[in-house]
């Protein structure tokens, strides 16, 4: 099979034009995952090879807008991204040190506390007895002495061992606290890293667009949820919070039929917190959005040619902006299939 280009035509319209202030939803499933469209709303930003004047480069020339990309993941930490968009010819630790990418690391140390990560069993559970410190000498000791052992570092410190250690800055996010408060701190961490991408570089004649993907935030909800004071309507008011300091916004989120399906009057059974709070925030989010793009599996099964099913739907904010600025791009139902190597091919039904 010939190699596939790393932004197939069918897909360049759909990835390659956001409107300004425009909020996109990228929904998926357990057996079609969005990694790989997410890969290509990074190539299509970063790539310096694009040459159209709708694409987002990063030349600064021919009427292409100088654009950067701050990525925040809730589910996959920063080797995975990196090592996935050098598949298609992207250098994140490159594009992170010239200032044009940003990670945001969700996951790793998100519920990380440094209080109760440095207490003694003692200060945790009052009353337990102290650890015995001492191991008894059951026999002479040997002569060799014994290897020093090595501390573990926590997660999030860099390694000692040079294989092990990651490339390039990661801003990694610490939740603390309910409710609203404990969003808001996230959010600020989250503007901070957009604005310093945003500050001009001498040379620069105009301040640099930043296209901010936010991967997977329902995860952060169902692990805190209403009893943290975390719902559907604060994680609403969270993202329309962040889309205020971006040119456009990315949203990735599961749409898994008991996820959403079993929150409707009409499912045989009584839906769990979980399940309400996510059909709320995924449905409330899709008609905030002005492109809804759908992953899912082939209704007649597995095949070995053909991965998944796209969609692409205009969302509820459609046609509220400016005639003309929402983009060349109509509604159509594709096939797509990834390969070993990481290319792509979509194609419509039939070819």
Same mark, same amino acid.
């Given at each position: 099979?010939?190699?596939?280009?790393?932004?197939?035509?069918?897909?360049?319209?759909?990835?390659?034009?956001?409107?300004?202030?425009?909020?996109?939803?990228?929904?998926?499933?357990?057996?079609?995952?969005?990694?790989?469209?997410?890969?290509?709303?990074?190539?299509?930003?970063?790539?310096?090879?694009?040459?159209?004047?709708?694409?987002?480069?990063?030349?600064?020339?021919?009427?292409?807008?100088?654009?950067?990309?701050?990525?925040?993941?809730?589910?996959?930490?920063?080797?995975?991204?990196?090592?996935e968009a050098k598949r298609l010819g992207l250098?994140?630790?490159?594009?992170?040190?010239?200032?044009?990418?940003?990670?945001?690391?969700?996951?790793?140390?998100?519920?990380?506390?440094?209080?109760?990560?440095?207490?003694?069993?003692?200060?945790?559970?009052?009353?337990?007895?102290?650890?015995?410190?001492?191991?008894?000498?059951?026999?002479?000791?040997?002569?060799?002495?014994?290897?020093?052992?090595?501390?573990?570092?926590?997660?999030?410190?860099?390694?000692?061992?040079?294989?092990?250690?990651?490339?390039?800055?990661?801003?990694?996010?610490h939740l603390s606290g309910n409710g609203t408060?404990?969003?808001?701190?996230?959010?600020?961490?989250?503007?901070?890293?957009?604005? *310093?991408?945003?500050?001009? =570089?001498? #040379?620069?004649? /105009? @301040?640099? &667009? $930043? +296209?901010?993907? !936010?991967?997977?935030?329902?995860?952060?909800?169902?692990?805190?949820?209403?009893?943290?004071?975390?719902?559907?309507?604060?994680?609403?008011?969270?993202?329309?919070?962040?889309?205020?300091?971006?040119?456009?916004?990315?949203?990735?989120?599961?749409?898994?039929?008991?996820?959403?399906?079993?929150?409707?009057?009409?499912?045989?059974?009584?839906?769990?917190?979980?399940?309400?709070?996510?059909?709320?925030?995924?449905?409330?989010?899709?008609?905030?959005?002005?492109?809804?793009?759908?992953?899912?599996?082939?209704?007649?099964?597995?095949?070995?040619?053909?991965?998944?099913?796209?969609?692409?739907?205009?969302?509820?904010?459609?046609? *509220?902006?400016?005639?003309? =600025?929402? #983009?060349?791009? /109509? @509604?159509? &139902? $594709? +096939?797509?299939? !990834?390969?070993?190597?990481?290319?792509?091919?979509v194609f419509g039904r039939g070819e």
């Open positions: 099979m010939p190699t596939q280009p790393p932004l197939p035509p069918l897909l360049a319209p759909y990835v390659s034009s956001l409107p300004h202030s425009s909020l996109t939803v990228l929904s998926s499933v357990l057996g079609a995952t969005g990694n790989w469209l997410v890969l290509r709303f990074l190539y299509a930003a970063l790539s310096s090879s694009s040459n159209s004047e709708t694409a987002f480069g990063l030349n600064g020339s021919d009427g292409v807008k100088n654009r950067r990309v701050v990525l925040v993941s809730f589910l996959r930490g920063w080797e995975f991204w990196r090592s250098d994140l630790a490159r594009l992170t040190d010239k200032r044009q990418f940003a990670f945001i690391d969700g996951l790793s140390e998100l519920f990380y506390n440094t209080t109760t990560a440095t207490a003694t069993p003692q200060q945790l559970f009052p009353g337990t007895a102290a650890p015995r410190t001492v191991l008894p000498v059951r026999s002479q000791p040997s002569p060799v002495p014994a290897r020093t052992p090595h501390p573990v570092p926590r997660p999030g410190n860099v390694s000692t061992n040079p294989a092990s250690r990651e490339i390039g800055p990661v801003k990694r996010l408060a404990a969003l808001d701190a996230l959010e600020r961490d989250i503007a901070t890293v957009i604005q *310093q991408l945003k500050a001009s =570089t001498p #040379g620069e004649a /105009e @301040e640099p &667009e $930043v +296209l901010l993907i !936010v991967d997977q935030p329902d995860l952060l909800l169902a692990a805190t949820g209403p009893n943290k004071g975390i719902g559907a309507t604060e994680m609403g008011d969270w993202v329309m919070g962040l889309q205020q300091n971006t040119h456009a916004t990315i949203l990735t989120l599961s749409s898994d039929s008991p996820l959403i399906h079993n929150a409707s009057a009409s499912a045989p059974h009584p839906a769990t917190p979980l399940e309400t709070e996510h059909a709320a925030f995924a449905i409330g989010s899709a008609h905030r959005a002005q492109m809804v793009m759908q992953l899912r599996n082939l209704e007649t099964g597995a095949a070995r040619d053909v991965s998944g099913v796209l969609r692409v739907s205009k969302g509820g904010a459609w046609g *509220q902006n400016e005639v003309g =600025t929402e #983009g060349n791009w /109509e @509604e159509r &139902e $594709v +096939l797509y299939f !990834v390969q070993r190597d990481g290319g792509v091919s």
